[in-house]
């Protein structure tokens, strides 16, 4: 593909596809945001059994 | 705050992709229309990510859930209902875009990278395998809506997968988001149809003034009805494939404004979309329709058909089609997004099909599938479209407070981080819609706990 390398100038650098694929660090979360996520896990392991009672019910439902 | 560097790299060593290429192109076009001044120009160039992530949310299934109101409870509280919940969609939505400008990263990668591995495939998980289902329902309302006109089932399921291969064998991001809004433009064809109902127009603007006339019984279908709309309107897909969009389209801190305009000026449209389905559907009504046995959007456009006309059921239809592509392509988009992004693969519309093989097989792949399950005789489709809501509506909470935490993450998002009113707003609204969506699929997964 032809192209002018100046082209590349009106993007930033966190635009390039090699750097979308540089992982960034984890965060620092605080106290807060850790019990809410902890909280958040608790809830998906009582919504996922409901999910999957409600699609085996609904399938032996017809 | 990291360094998520503002300024361009032209440096000679680093050796730039198809996918830069074209994605500069844009950003060149954007900055000179920029420099001109031509602001309406600019607004049309960076629109997309928000018309499309708004009007693709009125798919096959919203569309029957505000049919099935209208037709259940006519015009009156359920018209502001829908304009409040696409006002609560903006905000969610409105993060998304932040987040986009500010990392340039998906949304999937940014939880998967920054809060850990167990929320990045937790949440790629739920995505994939909701979409996949959702992608069922949208093959079922396209389906529908071809038997409406005669066309056997297995040509329309064909030709809304050929569809969908074809919009990504443009492997251009620019090209394929202006497809998309073409085909977008048609869930409007829900307005001609609502005039060919002739509403009181009236009755309409008093009922978005007053929330009046109230449902006379507010029974368990009417909670059901309320829950089903604000799931037709803020569900998972759309975080992660309205943030992976704009970061595929360049937008940058400079575009916030258009990048608002664009999300706003979806939420207007669909809003609009979305209230003339309700109004299409209220003949029905008024003519005491019993419509709790309809299946799809079809069967709404053959009752209508003595109500409202030969051409407003054929635009029902018609509309029903639309919603049904349109959010085909979007969804299965988002699932590619999600899945490339987590596995740290190539992920964009401008990659072409060898570069970007896990990508596109994820949409192609989810698109053949869920194709192929709505064409198996005797598929158990109604119990896929039960799962759906309920995957939908009760795994939205997790989505929303993720969601929540990274706009909050001022080490990414740095300026662009929420403030107090933001948090308020978009916490209220995430507490609102999480405690809704929870109800919800409780509801749907045990329907004897409310009663009829």
């Known amino acids: 593909m032809h192209f002018d390398p100046r082209e590349l100038a009106v993007l930033e650098r966190d635009q390039l596809a090699v750097e979308k694929l540089r992982a960034l660090p984890r965060a620092k979360v605080t106290r807060g945001v850790t019990l809410m996520l902890l909280a958040l896990r608790i809830y998906v392991l009582i919504a996922v059994p409901v999910v999957i009672y409600a699609f085996a019910h609904a399938l032996l439902a017809g | ?452």
């Open chain 2, 1 to 452: 705050m990291l360094d998520l560097a503002m300024t361009p790299d032209t440096s000679p060593s680093i050796a730039p992709t198809r996918e830069d290429l074209l994605r500069a192109r844009d950003r060149l076009r954007v900055a000179r229309t920029r420099a001109s001044k031509r602001w309406v120009k600019l607004a049309w160039l960076l629109a997309g990510p928000g018309v499309l992530v708004m009007l693709g949310e009125n798919d096959g299934p919203s569309m029957v859930s505000y049919a099935t109101t209208g037709a259940s409870y006519g015009v009156g509280f359920f018209a502001p209902f829908i304009v409040l919940t696409f006002v609560m969609a903006y905000v969610v939505q409105e993060m998304t875009v932040r987040l986009a400008m500010a990392t340039h990263r998906g949304h999937a990668e940014l939880i998967f990278q920054r809060l850990g591995p167990f929320w990045g495939y937790f949440a790629m998980a739920d995505l994939v395998f909701g979409n996949l289902l959702t992608m069922v329902t949208e093959f079922i309302a396209i389906q529908a809506g071809g038997l409406y006109f005669g066309v056997p089932a297995a040509v329309s399921v064909g030709i809304g997968f050929i569809v969908v291969v074809a919009s990504l064998a443009l492997q251009r991001y620019a090209l394929w988001e202006r497809t998309l809004m073409t085909l977008a433009v048609f869930n409007l064809l829900f307005v001609p149809a609502a005039l060919l109902s002739h509403p009181d127009g009236a009755a309409l603007a008093r009922a978005l003034g007053t929330w009046r006339p109230l449902p006379e019984a507010m029974g368990a279908a009417f909670f059901t009805l309320i829950l089903a709309n604000v799931g037709a309107t803020v569900t998972p897909w759309m975080i992660f494939f309205q943030q992976s969009s704009a970061v595929d389209k360049g937008l940058t801190r400079a575009d916030l404004a258009q990048g608002r305009f664009d999300t706003a000026a979806g939420a207007i449209l669909a809003t609009i979309a979305a209230i003339a389905t309700l109004v299409a559907a209220a003949p029905l009504f008024a003519a005491h329709v019993d419509v709790s046995q309809f299946a799809s959007g079809a069967d709404f456009a053959s009752a209508l058909k003595p109500l409202i006309g030969t051409t407003g059921a054929t635009l029902f239809a018609l509309g029903i089609i639309e919603a049904g592509l349109l959010a085909a392509m979007t969804i299965s988009t988002s699932s590619s997004y999600a899945l490339a992004e987590v596995f740290s693969t190539a992920h964009s519309l401008n990659l072409d099909f060898r570069s970007g093989k896990l990508f596109f097989g994820v949409a192609i792949g989810t698109a053949a599938i869920a194709g192929a399950i709505v064409l198996i005789p005797g598929a158990p489709l109604l119990a896929l479209t039960l799962t759906v809501n309920v995957i939908a509506t009760m795994l939205m909470a997790p989505a929303l407070l993720l969601l929540l935490v990274l706009a909050n993450d001022r080490e990414i998002m740095g300026g662009l981080a929420n403030g107090r009113l933001a948090n308020v707003a978009g916490g209220t609204i995430v507490v609102l819609i999480a405690a809704i969506g929870a109800a919800y699929g409780v509801i749907t997964a045990f329907p004897a706990l409310i009663g009829k």
